[in-house]
């Protein structure tokens, strides 16, 4: 590369490579050994995406990819090294035999072999998985950049990249992106109610009755707020320093309702805010016909989104009724007194004929859920608590806010375990469900140690003894989240797994000896599941 060898030339001297038994050797001779190493193997379609706290936590990364061709298993691994600035952003990803990093905010720095590239925002290093070692490198905003994506293209082309997926997956995600706006406002104290339709023609309708978005004419940035909103990536009230900000947000940068616009084959919105109805249209990712105004004299307020997914960027965009029932149902549990209706108009209700109506709302949150999943017949009552915390996730980075509640009984006929951060379902877990295994661990065996209920030489007790019999959901909220990728479904902050065990291991230690009969309940049938 370094010599100006062009792909063609490069792919045969490897193939002379390989016919003389020449091997390969890496490119970066001074690695650090101290720096651990992420290695797998990128799949076609597949991200990894590293947030800022889960990599400001270590010096640097390496990232090792391993060639795909079954022939080029004996040659090394092709070495990057990332180091990110304290607020940068970016993805790893790889699509139609091309891996790449793609920085989404803020700048990076990028060393190939004796290289190193300064990415700013939307420029990407582009590599080739299946002829290794190639490389295409770009940096500098004003550069042609292959990979660089401007405008829609960022996410009609690449899809996966901010959605996961380019299939039905990736889909449903982006409707989850714009319901979560609207959970955002109504958390805040901006509305109760949030209507969701599946419609027949396969387009989705989000109507909330929050503040509304701003989309008028902005004075700082000396252009409209719906061009922010709905044409730029990152965007939003998260960002500001304005009245509109959210303390805690499930959308994680105000990149959601962008990309969702982007991704469609069209868009509308309609607007209520500070006496105006707004009217917005898109097709395909660009704006039609600019911002449409007139009085309105009606009290409400609130936005309308209505979309319909573009087949052009997703393979599948028919995502079933149950992801929105699914989804709808755990955003209710984890707002309380939040309710949340659904209306699927491809699925008629048997007993009416009419489209399939559902509707949501736990008034007590998490603590009504886990007493409807465990019903009548447990071991305990349902406990519940919740507090605060101040921390950071490392030395040189700023405190950041973290609040916690969680909800719980035993039983020994159901058992669940559910993490929430932010409103987003963690189905990975994360930081959460360390905080979880560690705590109840620790408090139960302390239990049996402290009334010698062991026998002798008898094992301590593991996790999987005491989720035989839990019933436990958590919801936490942070000012700074740390989440593994834009699918939101694990998170990685370290204070938040330090504040939630210290957080459970003392409500646990208040209750066993507020409730020392419900105590000896839990862990006798803890050790009974160990047996």
């Given at each position: 590369?370094?010599?100006?060898?062009?792909?063609?030339?490069?792919?045969?001297?490897?193939?002379?490579?390989?016919?003389?038994?020449?091997?390969?050797?890496?490119?970066?001779?001074?690695?650090?050994?101290?720096?651990?190493?992420?290695?797998?193997?990128?799949?076609?379609?597949?991200?990894?995406?590293?947030?800022?706290?889960?990599?400001?936590?270590?010096?640097?990364?390496?990232?090792?990819?391993?060639?795909?061709?079954?022939?080029?298993?004996?040659?090394?691994?092709?070495?990057?090294?990332?180091?990110?600035?304290?607020?940068?952003?970016?993805?790893?990803?790889?699509?139609?035999?091309?891996?790449?990093?793609?920085?989404?905010?803020?700048?990076?720095?990028?060393?190939?072999?004796?290289?190193?590239?300064?990415?700013?925002?939307?420029?990407?290093?582009?590599?080739?998985?299946?002829?290794?070692?190639?490389?295409?490198?770009?940096?500098?905003?004003?550069?042609?950049?292959?990979?660089?994506?401007?405008?829609?293209?960022?996410?009609?082309?690449?899809?996966?990249?901010?959605?996961?997926?380019?299939?039905?997956?990736?889909?449903?995600?982006?409707?989850?992106?714009?319901?979560?706006?609207?959970?955002?406002?109504?958390?805040?104290?901006?509305?109760?109610?949030?209507?969701v339709t599946r419609c027949k023609d396969g387009s989705v309708i989000v109507e909330d009755f929050g503040r509304g978005m701003p989309v008028d004419w902005n004075n700082g940035e000396g252009r409209f707020n719906w061009e922010l909103l709905f044409c730029e990536m990152y965007a939003g009230g998260k960002y500001g320093e304005g009245e509109d900000n959210y303390e805690f947000s499930l959308g994680l940068n105000g990149l959601g309702l962008c990309a969702t616009q982007y991704a469609?084959?069209?868009?509308?919105?309609?607007?209520?805010?500070?006496?105006?109805?707004?009217?917005?249209?898109?097709?395909?990712?660009?704006?039609?016909?600019?911002?449409?105004?007139?009085?309105?004299?009606?009290?409400?307020?609130?936005?309308?989104?209505?979309?319909?997914?573009?087949?052009?960027?997703?393979?599948?965009?028919?995502?079933?009724?149950?992801?929105?029932?699914?989804?709808?149902?755990?955003?209710?549990?984890?707002?309380?007194?939040?309710?949340?209706?659904?209306?699927?108009?491809?699925?008629?209700?048997?007993?009416?004929?009419?489209?399939?109506?559902?509707?949501?709302?736990?008034?007590?949150?998490?603590?009504?859920?886990?007493?409807?999943?465990?019903?009548?017949?447990?071991?305990?009552?349902?406990?519940?608590?919740?507090?605060?915390?101040?921390?950071?996730?490392?030395?040189?980075?700023?405190?950041?806010?973290?609040?916690?509640?969680?909800?719980?009984?035993?039983?020994?006929?159901?058992?669940?375990?559910?993490?929430?951060?932010?409103?987003?379902?963690?189905?990975?877990?994360?930081?959460?469900?360390?905080?979880?295994?560690?705590?109840?661990?620790?408090?139960?065996?302390?239990?049996?140690?402290?009334?010698?209920?062991?026998?002798?030489?008898?094992?301590?007790?593991?996790?999987?003894?005491?989720?035989?019999?839990?019933?436990?959901?958590?919801?936490?909220?942070?000012?700074?989240?740390?989440?593994?990728?834009?699918?939101?479904?694990?998170?990685?902050?370290?204070?938040?797994?330090?504040?939630?065990?210290?957080?459970?291991?003392?409500?646990?230690?208040?209750?066993?000896?507020?409730?020392?009969?419900?105590?000896?309940?839990?862990?006798?049938?803890?050790?009974?599941?160990?047996?």
């Amino acid at each position: 590369i370094e010599n100006n060898i062009d792909l063609p030339s490069l792919a045969l001297l490897i193939k002379i490579a390989r016919v003389l038994g020449v091997r390969l050797g890496t490119f970066l001779d001074d690695q650090d050994e101290t720096g651990p190493v992420v290695s797998r193997k990128m799949e076609a379609t597949d991200t990894i995406s590293f947030s800022n706290n889960a990599i400001h936590s270590r010096k640097h990364m390496q990232y090792h990819s391993l060639s795909k061709s079954k022939a080029d298993r004996h040659m090394e691994p092709f070495i990057i090294d990332v180091a990110p600035t304290q607020d940068s952003d970016f993805v790893l990803s790889s699509h139609e035999g091309e891996e790449f990093i793609m920085v989404m905010e803020g700048v990076m720095e990028i060393s190939y072999g004796k290289s190193t590239y300064l990415l700013e925002e939307g420029d990407s290093i582009y590599y080739d998985s299946i002829v290794p070692h190639h490389v295409h490198a770009y940096e500098g905003q004003a550069a042609k950049i292959l990979a660089s994506l401007k405008g829609a293209d960022r996410v009609r082309k690449r899809p996966a990249v901010i959605f996961g997926s380019d299939g039905v997956e990736g889909c449903a995600h982006s409707i989850f992106e714009i319901v979560s706006n609207s959970i955002d406002e109504a958390r805040d104290g901006h509305g109760d109610t949030i209507n969701v339709t599946r419609c027949k023609d396969g387009s989705v309708i989000v109507e909330d009755f929050g503040r509304g978005m701003p989309v008028d004419w902005n004075n700082g940035e000396g252009r409209f707020n719906w061009e922010l909103l709905f044409c730029e990536m990152y965007a939003g009230g998260k960002y500001g320093e304005g009245e509109d900000n959210y303390e805690f947000s499930l959308g994680l940068n105000g990149l959601g309702l962008c990309a969702t616009q982007y991704a469609s084959a069209w868009m509308t919105a309609d607007i209520y805010r500070d006496g105006y109805h707004y009217h917005l249209d898109f097709k395909k990712g660009e704006n039609v016909g600019g911002l449409q105004k007139e009085p309105y004299k009606g009290r409400r307020t609130g936005s309308i989104i209505h979309w319909k997914p573009d087949d052009e960027v997703f393979t599948d965009i028919d995502v079933p009724g149950s992801y929105y029932k699914d989804v709808l149902r755990r955003q209710a549990v984890v707002n309380a007194g939040l309710t949340l209706n659904f209306t699927d108009e491809k699925e008629k209700d048997p007993a009416t004929g009419k489209p399939w109506h559902e509707s949501w709302c736990y008034q007590n949150g998490i603590a009504d859920y886990v007493a409807e999943v465990a019903g009548e017949d447990t071991l305990t009552p349902v406990f519940s608590c919740e507090s605060e915390a101040v921390g950071r996730d490392r030395e040189d980075q700023p405190d950041y806010k973290v609040r916690m509640s969680a909800a719980f009984c035993f039983s020994n006929k159901v058992q669940l375990l559910e993490y929430y951060h932010n409103s987003s379902w963690l189905e990975h877990g994360g930081s959460p469900e360390h905080a979880v295994r560690t705590a109840f661990v620790y408090q139960i065996n302390k239990y049996l140690k402290e009334k010698n209920l062991y026998k002798k030489g008898e094992s301590t007790i593991s996790f999987q003894d005491v989720q035989d019999c839990l019933v436990y959901v958590s919801s936490s909220f942070s000012t700074r989240t740390s989440y593994e990728n834009q699918t939101k479904k694990a998170i990685t902050n370290k204070f938040v797994s330090q504040a939630m065990t210290d957080f459970l291991k003392h409500y646990l230690e208040v209750y066993f000896l507020e409730k020392p009969e419900e105590a000896q309940k839990i862990c006798q049938q803890v050790l009974v599941n160990k047996q």
